[in-house]
């Protein structure tokens, strides 16, 4: 399975996790279902609001990603990691020259073993070792996603399911 594969099956499982929870897969044409049950549990939560379905662009805003659950501290702390590479090397500098994998995954790895060891900030740029390895990895999806990606990964092994195979299972 190559990575435009692997890509639209982590795609289609969250696409399925989100009907389960939701009830509706988001499109235009269930938007009488967005309006019912997927509200439900806002209107549960939110009795002296208005009801969603009062305003019709609610059912439009709830079919569109939902970009609100990306916490805003982790923004925030990214978005200063990019202004710090954008003043080092360019803004949005992969767009204009493919990159390959290895370069942002190794500067990930690296950022996250920093701070696992007990690093928590770059000494060299002063942010969060989080927040660049969290650089690294939008920047990579960006590159996928505009056709400015070079797969150097080596050749696959079956790392999942030697994950799976000893993964032990937890009683429910």
Request: glycine share 10%; charged share 20%.
């Amino acid at each position: 399975m190559n990575g435009d594969d692997k890509a639209a099956t982590l795609w289609n499982n969250g696409r399925d996790k989100y009907v389960e929870r939701w009830g509706h897969d988001g499109s235009a044409s269930d938007t009488e279902n967005t309006q019912g049950r997927a509200l439900q549990g806002y209107l549960d939560t939110e009795a002296n609001e208005p009801p969603p379905e009062a305003n019709p662009k609610n059912a439009f805003g709830l079919a569109k990603p939902p970009i609100h659950l990306i916490p805003g501290a982790a923004l925030v702390q990214v978005a200063m990691v990019m202004k710090l590479g954008a003043e080092k090397y360019g803004a949005a500098n992969w767009r204009d020259t493919k990159v390959t994998a290895s370069t942002y995954v190794g500067a990930a790895q690296r950022h996250l073993l920093s701070w696992y060891d007990g690093e928590g900030i770059d000494p060299e740029s002063g942010a969060s070792h989080i927040a660049h390895m969290v650089a690294c990895g939008l920047i990579l999806l960006d590159a996928l996603a505009c056709g400015k990606f070079i797969d150097d990964r080596p050749t696959p092994a079956p790392t999942g399911d030697l994950i799976a195979a000893y993964t032990r299972e937890v009683a429910k």
